[in-house]
């Protein structure tokens, strides 16, 4: 009994008859470029997530430490120190890094917002008692040189109501 041609399987060869050697490389080639530059997006999220959630962490610590009361609420080199410490771990900040916070890779401010120096918001805090304003500034470095990925400074500004007045 003879066998209907299209019931055999012929491998390497596409239904019209031709080889079909090298294909599996070629698509290999064209899908792997594709798949690495969607490892490193992921990765660089990864990254920009962990930094988003500790500049936002060592914002709220300085503001919360700051608002203890009026003489410490513009205490930038205290609010720098715990900044620092809640952003450890992150690309460029390893545990022998120091900063006065005013420039460069890590810049922290702290001022106190009553009526008589308001800050860009209006006078006062939030009815018009003084506050806290406390802004982390993150600098992240480049990991891959790759093109309008993701976010160059991270920024957060954290305001907190001054707790005791004297």
């Given at each position: 009994?003879?066998?209907?041609?299209?019931?055999t399987i012929q491998q390497g060869r596409n239904p019209r008859g031709g080889k079909r050697d090298g294909v599996a490389m070629v698509e290999f080639g064209m899908t792997s470029v594709v798949v690495f530059l969607m490892l490193l997006v992921t990765f660089d999220f990864g990254i920009y997530t962990s930094s988003f959630l500790a500049i936002q962490n060592a914002s709220?610590?300085?503001a919360l430490r700051?608002?203890?009361g009026l003489e410490s609420a513009d205490d930038q080199a205290t609010a720098c120190s715990l900044a620092i410490e809640?952003?450890?771990?992150?690309p460029g900040i390893d545990a022998s890094f120091t900063s006065d916070c005013s420039s460069g890779l890590v810049v922290v401010t702290s001022e106190l917002c009553d009526a008589d120096s308001p800050c860009a918001e209006g006078?006062?805090?939030?009815?018009?008692?003084?506050?806290?304003?406390v802004v982390v500034r993150y600098t992240l470095p480049d990991l891959f040189h790759l093109p309008n990925v993701g976010p160059g400074v991270i920024a957060r500004a954290t305001h907190a109501?001054?707790?005791?007045?004297s």
């Open positions: 009994m003879k066998q209907h041609p299209s019931s709220r610590v300085a700051n608002s203890g809640q952003m450890r771990g992150l006078a006062g805090g939030f009815d018009s008692d003084p506050s806290v304003k109501k001054v707790r005791a007045i």
